[in-house]
């Protein structure tokens, strides 16, 4: 049974960078396409970007300025960086897989809340 | 990237049915059937109900169907139970390789 698990910093310094891990256990990375997304307090849930095993990315135009996802498939992990950082940027963050871009999410990881705060 | 949209809540009684509409654009919904439905409870994972529109994910009720026409999708649950309240989102594949979701809708059982 595949599962995801999410980790970082919970606190992170405005204008600084965010930096979150998703490891992948029970499966492989191979042929799946690995997001990010987050749901800010009250708001719904935000896709952030993807990227498939090879490397490919895309990101949410609204972020992508800020925003890098990258795989190591050899430890069967993904990454998520975002950049200058602000309040707005306070949410719980999940990693979520698909099998092609335009499909479903099937699974996801619990998610791990981030505060950016001073 | 403008979310799509959805109702921000819907009730009803147990037993009775509820539709949840979500509404996107001509680069979304509009043009691909490549839509999918979740069901979110806080400090939950995600649940999948359906993808490409239709596609009922395994385990998920039968008391649950979703729909698409024109630029927005449908989510119908009949014979509602208590244990359908919850938090739904609706996502759909956008133009440009990307993905979009809805803004959420809270179901509550009366």
């Known amino acids: 049974q595949e599962q995801l698990q999410e980790s970082g910093p919970g606190l992170v310094k405005p204008s600084e960078t965010l930096s979150l891990t998703c490891s992948l256990s029970?499966?492989?990375?191979?042929?799946?396409?690995w997001s990010w997304v987050r749901q800010a307090p009250g708001k719904g849930l935000e896709w952030i970007g993807f990227?498939?095993?090879?490397?490919?990315?895309n990101y949410s135009p609204s972020l992508k300025s800020r925003v890098n996802i990258s795989v190591d498939t050899s430890k069967n992990q993904f990454f998520l960086t975002l950049k200058s950082v602000t309040a707005a940027d306070t949410a719980v963050y999940f990693c979520?897989?698909?099998?092609?871009?335009?499909?479903?999410?099937?699974?996801w990881g619990q998610g791990t809340p981030v505060i950016v705060s001073s | 990237q403008s979310a799509l949209s959805q109702p921000a809540s819907v009730s009803g009684s147990p037993g009775q049915s509820i539709t949840i509409s979500c509404t996107g654009s001509n680069s979304d919904i509009g043009v691909y059937d490549y839509v999918s439905w979740y069901q979110y409870s806080p400090g939950r994972a995600p649940k999948l109900l359906f993808s490409d529109v239709i596609n009922r994910s395994s385990g998920v009720s039968l008391r649950m169907s979703a729909s698409k026409s024109g630029n927005t999708a449908s989510l119908t649950i009949s014979d509602l139970q208590p244990e359908d309240e919850s938090d739904y989102y609706c996502a759909s594949y956008r133009v440009g390789d990307t993905v979009v979701f809805g803004g959420g809708t809270k179901l509550t059982v009366l």
């Open positions: 979520a897989r698909q099998w092609m871009v335009q499909g479903g999410f099937d699974i």
């Open positions: 990227t498939y095993f090879s490397g490919r990315t």
């Open positions: 029970g499966g492989s990375m191979s042929f799946y396409y």
